[in-house]
């Protein structure tokens, strides 16, 4: 229980404890906001920290000098990038097992199914619009190495997505994260960003569901 408050926290005051690390470790934020996000969407698991808010929060900071706006949109999409190519390449593995039907470990069927109506829905551009929503984007990279995409064509549509998503977010940050209003309701601003992207990615599997039934 006191670990589950400890991330509550975290991910509540991304902005204290940042600006903590920033002031002990200087440049190494760098190498720890990239390996967050990188965590956040190189795996085919639960995101262990949002990545909106984690952007959102660096933008902010890069308000106050503490971090650089043009060094930290090159880490953070360089992150992403770098963590969706991992997922591409581990699907591409993967292919035979998930073709077969089996089982993966931490990887839910349910969330493939989905993931894989949302290929067949929009095509190529998922892997843009997946940038911007939870879970999918961890899984989007995943179901086109299995063979829905040519990595060619899934790395050109992959940057497009991640500099689109990395740039709003931080640039939010970074024009609204120090507004009087946003920044003595910091808390509150973290968790309307965390709503939102939940929502978005209700609405998805909603969506999914639906077809998934049309089908």
Same mark, same amino acid.
């Given at each position: 229980?006191?670990?589950?408050?400890?991330?509550?926290?975290?991910?509540?005051?991304?902005?204290?404890?940042?600006?903590? #690390?920033?002031?002990?470790?200087?440049?190494?934020?760098?190498?720890?906001?990239?390996?967050?996000?990188?965590?956040?969407?190189?795996?085919?698991?639960? !995101?262990? #920290?949002?990545?909106? %808010?984690?952007? =959102?929060?660096?933008?902010?900071?890069?308000?106050?000098?503490?971090?650089?706006? %043009?060094?930290?949109?090159?880490?953070?999409?360089?992150?992403?990038?770098?963590?969706?190519?991992?997922?591409?390449?581990?699907?591409?593995?993967?292919?035979?097992?998930?073709?077969?039907?089996?089982?993966?470990?931490?990887?839910?069927?349910?969330?493939?199914?989905?993931?894989?109506?949302?290929?067949?829905?929009?095509?190529?551009?998922?892997?843009?619009?997946?940038?911007?929503?939870?879970?999918?984007?961890?899984?989007? !990279?995943?179901?086109?190495?299995?063979?829905?995409?040519?990595? %060619?064509?899934?790395?050109?549509?992959?940057? #497009?997505? #991640?500099? %689109?998503?990395?740039?709003?977010?931080?640039?939010?940050?970074? =024009?609204?994260?120090?507004?009087?209003?946003?920044?003595?309701?910091?808390?509150?601003?973290?968790?309307?960003?965390?709503?939102?992207?939940?929502?978005?990615?209700?609405?998805?599997?909603?969506?999914s569901k639906r077809d998934s039934k049309r089908a």
């Amino acid at each position: 229980m006191d670990s589950f408050y400890s991330f509550i926290d975290l991910i509540l005051h991304l902005d204290t404890h940042l600006i903590a #690390v920033t002031n002990e470790y200087g440049l190494l934020t760098y190498l720890l906001l990239f390996v967050l996000l990188f965590s956040e969407t190189g795996f085919v698991v639960t !995101p262990l #920290v949002p990545g909106d %808010s984690l952007i =959102f929060v660096a933008g902010a900071l890069a308000t106050t000098g503490s971090l650089n706006l %043009s060094t930290l949109l090159f880490v953070l999409c360089l992150s992403v990038v770098s963590a969706d190519n991992v997922n591409y390449q581990i699907g591409h593995l993967l292919r035979k097992k998930v073709t077969n039907d089996e089982n993966i470990r931490f990887v839910k069927k349910e969330h493939l199914e989905r993931t894989r109506i949302f290929f067949d829905k929009y095509g190529a551009k998922t892997i843009i619009i997946a940038s911007f929503l939870p879970i999918v984007r961890c899984l989007a !990279p995943f179901i086109a190495g299995m063979g829905f995409m040519p990595y %060619s064509k899934f790395i050109r549509y992959n940057l #497009v997505g #991640v500099v %689109s998503w990395v740039s709003t977010f931080l640039f939010a940050g970074y =024009f609204f994260g120090n507004l009087p209003g946003v920044k003595e309701n910091f808390s509150l601003v973290i968790l309307g960003v965390i709503l939102v992207s939940s929502i978005m990615c209700i609405i998805t599997y909603i969506q999914s569901k639906r077809d998934s039934k049309r089908a």
